[in-house]
């Protein structure tokens, strides 16, 4: 298992438990990803750091005083 965070800009957009589409966007320095319908984003990723799975399962949503993050595991 492979687990990723998501900044997330609100808050109830996913629930522990969902199945979400993950969206990959070549940039010039590397990788990201999006929860798609735009729910959240991730960082950037090198070539060798990419995530292979389509789909993941959120695992935790995460609050702190910057923001809302979004926990998903990957069968990878």
């Excluded at 808050?11 to 990959?24: D, F, S």
Aim: aromatic letters at 10%; glycine letters at 8%; a negative charge.
């Amino acid at each position: 298992m492979r687990e990723e965070t998501f900044k997330m800009e609100r808050p109830n957009l996913v629930k522990a438990g969902e199945k979400v589409k993950i969206i990959e966007r070549p940039g010039a320095s590397g990788y990201s990803y999006i929860i798609d319908p735009a729910i959240a984003m991730s960082g950037c990723y090198k070539a060798r750091e990419r995530i292979q799975s389509e789909y993941g399962i959120v695992k935790e949503i995460q609050e702190n005083d910057r923001g809302f993050y979004v926990v998903v595991e990957f069968e990878e």
